[in-house]
């Protein structure tokens, strides 16, 4: 089982690879015959996740979509964040106890 921080920090990764594929869609929606990028994630075993790109099978945009994929991205960030900075502080507890 991977630890506290190793899994929120594929999950700040993840939301990090979201964020960046819509942002890349909305700066080329208005370019002919833009596929956007898609971002598929996956589970991993021992905790925690990866992610994937690929492109649209169709042309178009789909503008109110990427933009809540943003705002979807940042606060998936942010809850990894949260949990990243909590194992932390778990941690530090403990040491400062067996100490």
Do not use: C, Y
């Not at 939301?15 to 960046?20: D, E, I, N, V, W």
């Not at 790109?53 to 949260?82: C, E, H, S, Y």
């Amino acid at each position: 089982m991977s630890s506290i921080s190793s899994i929120s920090q594929s999950g700040m990764q993840a939301a990090q690879t979201a964020l960046g594929s819509a942002a890349h869609n909305i700066a080329n929606n208005s370019t002919p015959d833009f596929r956007r990028q898609q971002v598929a994630q996956k589970e991993q075993s021992g905790g925690g996740v990866t992610t994937s790109l690929r492109q649209a099978d169709i042309a178009g945009a789909q503008l109110q979509t990427d933009v809540v994929a943003q705002l979807q991205a940042k606060n998936a960030f942010l809850i990894n964040l949260a949990v990243f900075k909590t194992g932390n502080q778990m941690a530090g507890a403990l040491l400062d106890r067996s100490a």
